[in-house]
């Protein structure tokens, strides 16, 4: 069994009238990386801040790499990383400087080895003597990236690191944090995009302050007891009218060349969908059964909360 | 050329909202976009996909009739962005990631101000409020400021100020960053009543997820058009290297094992599986079940996995000599 390094229980947090963490319990293990997912509003950047120890809780209890999670905030900060969409870089100072200077505010003496390893890692060395404020988005979130990891952070917790960031650098920072598991640093993460909560060992769908479920990105599919169908029709905007007829048929989603069905049996839907198009001499092109994505399950998830 | 038929929507020339002929746009000795041609049909979800940096926003100030090319010519609904660019301007609709909406003022009052600034009479700007609120779900919303809604609410009034002149065409530019699953999808479900109406709809986007809900993809790379099609079309085509999913014991021992192999051209942990682009499928099936018997580590599959847009899209801009064939 992997050593647990984050237990929290019962963690409340009210912001006056608003209660963003309702009576919390969570348990996060050496080497994962666990994605927090949910609708905006859900409480999930409290939650990470709570367990960064920026804020303190109304209620509950718990540890963070042993240390109390109450009475050794000092101790949590400086053995976690730390990086949010707000991560104040010092666009007036060099890659290099920038390192040294939270090297400096984290206490770490002996920085230069260290600064040299994170710049390799995130590929930012021929880059170092750059004003921030030159850098691309894509280099500034990887510099931020290696700013919170100056004092080797046995966890590091990231609040949608990846908003509004190109898909090629989106890549490259995907391809460093699995880099930081290999090197077995717990990633704690929350995104909007839930093709990235795929690449989580474990998904937690948090809605009003509390978590709905928590299990692997594949088993969390086991939710949806209804079945998806991809469906790609020859007229994609009539047969979309037409099956929002059909009453079997749950929901439906127009992507761009394709509809996305959730029904409760695709056996016995399938007829009825081919009687509803052929009798309008619409087409089907093809159709199968798909294994539900993350969204399907949000979706789900969200209706019954 | 054969690829060329990609980037021209199949619709007569007279049903294509945007046409655009051998633009190109020069900042001093910089080629921002370099001699490209594409249309967009009436009533299509057209998504123009680019790195930072490609050549995507000025095409769009051009388009939008703010920036003049350097060369070629645009039409777009109707008007040459040449000579026309006032025109152009009263005939399209714009919303960018940053929503302009005045936050001090209410849903209704932001209504009014942009039926304001598209030249709308009183009496258009009250017959098209009760439309743009039912169309967004804003109804019982009217009143309360535009600070107090959500990101979502937000989005969906900034979609209906942009289009309250009932343009032709709308420009998205990012419309969904960082907005949640759900309203993103409900988004998409209000972009597709537009289009149904017969407004054309050109998104930008960096998130390929989004792309899917569009009709049709362009691909823009330093500055010129290197794939098109739809999302299912840009899959088939556009083959990249095999992607094998792998599930096994001990998967960051793998991974590193993995790593050091030349036939291995990019890995990394997804979950608890490990994805690995390789140059064969069954060269490296082999080698994997090989190297992991040797060291008695239990595999429980190895299973090819269908590319995604994302995959599509780095495969196609880190091939340069790939998009100079085109």
């Known amino acids: ?305 | 050329m054969s690829h060329y038929k990609k980037f021209l929507s199949d619709k007569p020339m007279s049903e294509n909202v945007i046409i655009v002929n051998n633009l190109s746009k020069k900042f001093g000795s910089f080629t921002a976009v370099d001699n490209i041609s594409f249309s967009v049909a009436e009533g299509e979800i057209f998504g123009f996909l680019g790195a930072n940096g490609a050549g995507k926003s000025t095409t769009i100030r051009i388009l939008c009739g703010l920036l003049s090319p350097s060369s070629g010519s645009a039409v777009v609904a109707g008007y040459d962005v040449n000579h026309q660019a006032e025109l152009v301007k009263t005939r399209i609709g714009y919303m960018s990631q940053k929503f302009s909406l005045y936050e001090d003022l209410t849903v209704k009052e932001n209504i009014i101000f942009y039926g304001g600034i598209y030249g709308l009479s009183n009496a258009q700007i009250e017959e098209r409020m009760g439309w743009i609120v039912e169309m967004t779900g804003l109804s019982g919303s009217e009143n309360r400021l535009t600070r107090e809604l959500a990101v979502g609410w937000k989005q969906r009034l900034a979609l209906g100020c942009a289009v309250i002149h009932q343009p032709r065409i709308v420009f998205l530019d990012e419309p969904t960053s960082g907005v949640d699953p759900v309203f993103r999808k409900n988004f998409w479900e209000l972009i597709n009543q537009f289009s149904e109406q017969g407004t054309t709809i050109f998104v930008t986007t960096h998130y390929l997820d989004e792309a899917e809900y569009c009709n049709r993809l362009m691909l823009i790379h330093r500055g010129r058009i290197i794939a098109g099609g739809s999302p299912g079309e840009l899959k088939e085509i556009y083959i990249t290297n095999p992607i094998l999913e792998i599930e096994c014991d001990s998967a960051l021992e793998v991974l590193e094992i993995l790593q050091k192999e030349e036939w291995v051209i990019e890995s990394s942990i997804f979950g608890t599986y490990l994805h690995i682009m390789v140059r064969d499928e069954l060269e490296a099936k082999h080698k994997i079940k090989k190297i992991l018997s040797e060291k008695s580590i239990n595999l429980k599959r190895v299973d090819k996995i269908t590319p995604g847009l994302e995959d599509v899209f780095i495969s196609l801009i880190e091939k340069p000599e790939q998009s100079d064939r085109l």
Not at chain 1, 122 to 146: D, I, N
């Open chain 1, 1 to 305: 069994m992997p050593e647990v390094i984050i237990e929290v229980q019962g963690l409340k947090k009210s912001f006056g009238e608003v209660s963003a963490v309702r009576g919390l319990d969570l348990t996060i293990f050496q080497g994962e990386m666990f994605g927090i997912i949910g609708p905006d509003g859900a409480g999930k950047t409290t939650l990470i801040r709570l367990l960064c120890g920026v804020l303190e809780p109304d209620e509950g209890s718990g540890r963070i790499l042993g240390y109390d999670l109450i009475k050794e905030i000092k101790e949590i900060k400086s053995s976690i990383g730390y990086f949010s969409q707000r991560f104040s870089l010092y666009g007036d100072l060099t890659v290099d400087e920038n390192i040294e200077f939270f090297a400096e505010i984290h206490e770490v003496s002996d920085y230069q080895p260290r600064r040299e390893r994170l710049l390799e890692f995130t590929r930012l060395k021929p880059f170092r003597e750059r004003l921030a404020e030159k850098l691309s988005g894509g280099m500034r979130q990887k510099l931020a990236l290696a700013c919170s990891l100056v004092h080797t952070p046995k966890i590091i917790f990231l609040d949608e690191p990846t908003t509004g960031v190109d898909p090629v650098s989106r890549r490259d920072f995907w391809k460093i944090l699995s880099e930081l598991v290999q090197e077995g640093i717990a990633i704690v993460l929350t995104t909007p995009y839930l093709d990235e909560a795929e690449r989580c060992t474990r998904v937690g769908f948090m809605n009003q302050g509390k978590f709905m479920a928590i299990d692997s990105p594949r088993k969390i599919k086991n939710f949806i007891e209804d079945k998806v169908i991809e469906l790609v029709p020859d007229e994609i905007r009539r047969a979309y009218k037409l099956l929002k007829q059909v009453p079997e048929i749950k929901e439906l989603q127009a992507l761009g060349d394709k509809l996305n069905l959730l029904v409760k049996d695709e056996q016995e839907v399938m007829p009825r969908i081919y009687q509803s198009l052929e009798k309008e001499g619409l087409k089907i092109k093809s159709w199968r059964v798909i294994t539900p994505s993350l969204e399907n399950v949000f979706v789900a998830l969200q209706k019954i909360s």
